[in-house]
């Protein structure tokens, strides 16, 4: 009967997830209240991913005492111990201080399916002169001379992006935009991006904890910057304004996004206020599970993030908006939506702080860059 509604029911996954948490509520995990995926028992911690897990525990034989309790109870598992590759991810232990996580078995395969031979490495991502757009007056992808399926090197480029590799957010989500309609410059920038990942191919995602940093998140917003009034009829999405955010904890980053903003944006201001709250409702779940980490008595670092935002002159709009909010007519319009985080930073569980352009590291997800700059950025987001 399980298998049957698993794989003929659009509600399979639900299924299979209610399947789950009643065998191990039958063995005294609890389910957290913030994350449904992640389960509590006495100093184990179980988090799924659909029908992968970890266990985190303080020595290898409680966790092998609870996977022989969930063995018992009907649940098909296989322990494959310490996790050296998982979801495609390869975790490489250097040291006590330092982990690492690559993907070149899947880089391997996106550079043999765009099929660059020896063409010449670029040192960055993407160019910095460069703003990808419809271009419908272009050849149509499938009409040019590529030999390789642009949706499906988009999508192994979007995963790797997601998972280890970071500093291609940028330049992935650009050419992800146009896949329902790719032209001849989209599939151009495919292979800028490759040529990129040819050369970069040994890096990672490393993790070096410091424990004197607790929460960090550095939030920051393009304004109109793909704007331009020739593409614009054909593609209005050209006035929407970018956000990017990265978030780190105890210098580890953790999550990192781009995504165009839902509405146009009037001002720097109001695109940089968004951009903060997008952020935000990111990082107060995180706060919460890391909260109630500390109630079930496990080490936690740091529950109170530091936001840090550019100060330009605009910019010092969004934050006087986000420590006094109070209407103004340049600003009363923005959905009220936007202002959920005000009371966690009215409490003081969130401070909002200025930084200069130099150091803001979110620049990096909002738009091309030169090199310098998208290097120093880089080596800070993939956490090396």
């Not at 495609?88 to 043999?112: M, P, W, Y």
């Not at 599939?187 to 890096?203: A, F, P, Q």
């Not at 424990?211 to 593609?235: I, M, Q, R, T």
Request: aromatic share 10%.
């Amino acid at each position: 009967m399980l298998l049957s509604n698993l794989y003929c029911q659009k509600q399979a996954g639900r299924l299979w997830n209610t399947y789950l948490v009643e065998k191990l509520c039958s063995i005294e995990f609890q389910p957290s209240l913030i994350d449904e995926c992640v389960f509590f028992r006495d100093d184990v911690i179980f988090i799924v991913y659909v029908d992968d897990g970890i266990f985190l525990g303080p020595n290898d034989q409680s966790l092998t005492n609870v996977i022989r309790e969930i063995s018992a109870v009907g649940l098909d598992i296989e322990d494959q111990g310490h996790p050296a590759d998982y979801v495609g991810v390869t975790i490489t232990k250097h040291s006590n201080v330092c982990i690492e996580f690559t993907q070149r078995a899947l880089i391997d395969a996106i550079i043999n399916d765009v099929n660059i031979g020896n063409a010449y490495t670029k040192p960055v991502p993407a160019k910095a002169t460069q703003q990808l757009h419809a271009y419908k007056g272009s050849p149509r992808f499938d009409e040019c001379d590529f030999d390789f399926n642009y949706r499906s090197v988009t999508g192994k480029l979007n995963y790797l992006t997601q998972t280890s590799r970071s500093d291609l957010l940028f330049a992935t989500h650009q050419v992800a935009k146009y896949s329902s309609n790719p032209r001849k410059e989209h599939g151009e920038v495919i292979v800028y991006i490759v040529r990129y990942l040819k050369k970069t191919r040994h890096l990672g995602l490393k993790f070096r904890p410091n424990e004197s940093k607790g929460f960090e998140c550095y939030c920051d917003a393009d304004f109109a910057g793909n704007w331009n009034k020739d593409f614009a009829p054909h593609d209005p999405s050209t006035a929407k304004s970018r956000s990017g955010w990265v978030i780190f904890y105890a210098r580890c980053p953790i999550i990192w996004a781009a995504k165009l903003q839902s509405q146009v944006a009037l001002s720097t201001t109001e695109a940089e206020y968004i951009a903060m709250s997008m952020a935000l409702s990111d990082v107060i779940p995180i706060m919460e599970l890391m909260t109630e980490f500390r109630e079930r008595n496990f080490k936690v670092i740091c529950t109170q993030p530091q936001v840090y935002c550019k100060v330009f002159e605009d910019n010092s709009g969004a934050l006087e908006l986000a420590r006094l909010p109070k209407l103004r007519p340049r600003t009363k319009h923005i959905n009220i939506c936007y202002h959920h985080f005000q009371e966690h930073e009215r409490l003081g569980l969130i401070k909002i702080l200025p930084i200069s352009t130099d150091d803001q590291i979110a620049d990096a997800l909002t738009k091309p860059l030169a090199q310098n700059a998208c290097c120093r950025h880089h080596k800070y987001l993939c956490g090396a």
